[in-house]
């Protein structure tokens, strides 16, 4: 583990407040699991190195990260598991990288989930944003690439964008460093309940109101009251396969009593063991 | 009402939605992600303002060019010439001082064995066997990856490499495959393996089928320095010194060029029949230019890519050098193992252009294609006189001299070493992403019978025009 010092925010410089620990692959023991998604090339891996500290491979173009990599970090005593997705631009499609991403989200149960999105191409990742929100609660909005946005004139306003969202949003530069304390902040927050989160999920179309309705009653009936449920509705009508099964096969169910279960062992072991 | 409810299994919702599904047809999809775009743009729309039109988009002005339909695609081939042109320059002084080095270590360890009167085969086996086998994959490879990988990494960085795929998406949109294969096959300049997980993220498992069966057509770095030598040695020495390099560096992109249009025509022909469809559209996104870290730039080519590759074809070599010297030295009726095997696939090996000692060295490399030419090189002088190779001029003499080696016999291995079965870790790798059998099998045995093919028709072509 080392300290990282010169890359944080002006509060890091602040002797009160927690300071990141890189932990690397070391992931014999942790407390908390979160998630990193986001569209491709927004500079997820960058935000995953910078607070692992490992060296996951970057570069200049969309579709770099294929598989899932895990790494470690500790902030204000707190050990956590960072997921990386694979970048996605939305959580619709059947590719594989999309798959991965989505099942971690909803199966994997992350305590939190960081999205992280261009600040230059906000509207059309904000499509994915929607889309992780209506499977979880518990989600901070990384708006990365802020020193882009800024050399092209582009001002975002982001508290704007936290309270149409409902969750927070925190804007960085990963490369530089700037804003990741702020953002690891507003993950812990997130997690223990500080702020509350109220997730921004725009009502069903018209015309599939009903049908979507009937669905979530119908889950009511079996007493799946997911943060996903609405979401899991939409997978079903649309003859996702994965979703069928998980629900044949009481997948749906155990996510239910791990949510329920103030311990979290059960999604924790998901996690660990990367069941997808 | 309440025992209705509890008698419900899922079983009854998925009856349920599938009624549903049926009612609601295909717009279900097409009305979520229309909702979700109305949504997002309100959003957006009230969260970004932009300020003045102070700025001037460089991008869009150098976009314009690099996918320009006319400029676009020289602008491409100058780049790869002129980085293949850097590494070949750059790297034949390098190569012949690490040449001149390790093997003067070999030479001086020799006679201290001698000296302490070490049996002839123990000093054989570890010094011309396993250690020269290092010192030739060392010396060949590591100068050539050492620049490559760098500047590779650059264009990587900078977001060059989504533009060329813009660039080539309309071939291989006529070639019935997914444009984003020309980004798996970038990939696969640094390692097919690499190349074949890249294609997870296409989405049409066929079109990731032909990506996967026809990444082996981009040479990887494990074979670059094989080009770059033969380039070198047999391309180079046509011309005068002034123009050797740059002959050198065209012939190596007239190879990726060929490779490339392999892969096309392969694709074109599995698109067509055992992988039937239509290419499938997908939107592309053009990343801005960013200015590439130094030291990410550094570490990611140097340990990720330089390090990694070599330290594979270390230990490749290790066994192959054993291999090779326990074949040279163990005789049976009067010739080696060694030479009983080349003689054997000798035939084969004249038909196609090459001869039995270059397809053994094909054989013993499954495991990693870098170590074809030190295992040729290391079979000939292990059977031959010992002589101390320093540099290029004394391997062309080696080959051309002794072992009669034409222009022939180097376009031909050049062309082998394009069109040949895919190393054994990306073998393995293909099996693991397709976890088919059928696949696996097509894919390794197909870029060989292609390969062999081609050998054998320029071959009987040059002998039948009497051009050698």
Known sequence: ?????????????????????????????????????????????????????????????????????????????????LVDLPGTYSLLSASQDEEIARNFLLFGQPDCTIVVVDATALERNLNLVLQVLEITDKAVVCVNLM??????????????????????AVPTVARTGEGLGDLIRAVTEVINGEVRTSPRRPPAPPEVRDAVEELLQLADGLELSLPSARWVAYRLLEGDHRVRQALLSGELAQLVTAQAAPSRRASRKIALEGAQ | MSDRVH??????????????????????????????????????????????????????????????????????????????????????????????????????????????????????????????????VISVMLPPMAIFFPMFTILEDLGY?????????????????????ALTMAMGFGCNAAGVIATRTIDSPRERLIAILTNNFVPCNGRFPTLIMLAT????????????????????????????????????GLSRTILKGEASAFTLELPPYRRPSVMRILYTSLIDRTLFVLWRA??????????????????????????????????????????????????????????????????????????????????????????GWTLLTAVNLMLFSLLHNPCGTTIWTIWKETRSRKWTLVGALMPLGIGFLVTFLTATAVRAFGWI
């Open chain 1, 147 to 168: 020193d882009e946005a800024r050399r092209k004139g582009l001002e975002v306003d982001v508290r704007s964008l936290s309270r149409d969202l409902g969750v927070p």
């Open chain 2, 233 to 268: 040695i047999f391309v180079a020495a046509a011309f005068p010194p002034a123009f050797a390099s740059l002959a050198a560096a065209g012939a190596v992109v007239a190879v990726v060029l060929l490779g490339a249009l392999f892969t096309l025509l392969v694709s074109w």
């Open chain 2, 314 to 403: 270390i230990i490749v070599a290790i066994p192959a050098g054993a291999v090779i010297w326990i074949l040279a030295n163990i005789s049976v009726g009067g010739a080696s193992l060694a030479q009983h095997t080349a003689d054997f696939l000798n035939p084969l090996g004249v038909a196609i252009g090459l001869d039995g000692v270059i397809l053994l060295a094909y054989v013993i490399a499954i495991p990693a294609n870098e170590i074809v030419v030190p295992t040729i090189l290391m079979m000939y002088l292990g059977t031959g006189m010992m002589i101390e190779l320093e540099g290029f001029e004394q391997i062309r003499a080696l080959l051309v001299d002794q072992h």
């Open chain 2, 7 to 136: 008698t419900l299994t899922p079983q009854d919702v998925l009856v349920r939605a599938d009624a549903l599904q049926r009612k609601l047809g295909g717009r279900f999809r097409d009305k979520i992600v229309e909702s979700l775009y109305d949504e997002a743009e309100r959003i957006a729309r009230r969260a970004v303002h932009t300020r003045t039109d102070r700025h001037w988009d460089l991008d869009q002005r150098i976009d314009r060019l690099v996918t320009s339909p006319i400029f676009g695609m020289p602008l491409m081939l100058l780049i790869l010439a002129v980085i293949f042109w850097v590494t070949i320059t750059g790297a034949n002084y390098p190569s012949e001082l690490l040449a001149t080095g390790l093997f003067w270590f070999e030479a001086r360890a020799v006679e201290l064995f001698n000296a302490w009167g070490i049996p002839w085969w123990v000093t054989g086996f570890l010094w011309h066997g396993v250690y020269r086998g290092l010192a030739w």
């Open chain 1, 1 to 81: 583990m080392k300290p990282v010092q010169p890359t944080m925010s002006t509060c890091e410089t602040c002797p009160a407040h927690a300071q990141l620990a890189q932990m690397g692959i070391d992931l014999r023991k942790y407390d908390r699991v979160v998630a990193l998604a986001g569209n491709p090339n927004t500079g997820k891996s960058t935000v995953f190195n910078a607070l692992t500290g490992l060296k996951q491979h970057t570069g200049n173009w969309p579709g770099k990260t294929v598989t899932r990599a895990e790494g470690g970090f500790a902030w204000a005593g707190i050990r956590y598991k």
């Open chain 2, 161 to 181: 490499l989504p533009r060329v795929a813009f660039n080539l998406d309309w071939l291989f949109k006529k070639a019935g495959a997914h444009g984003k294969q």
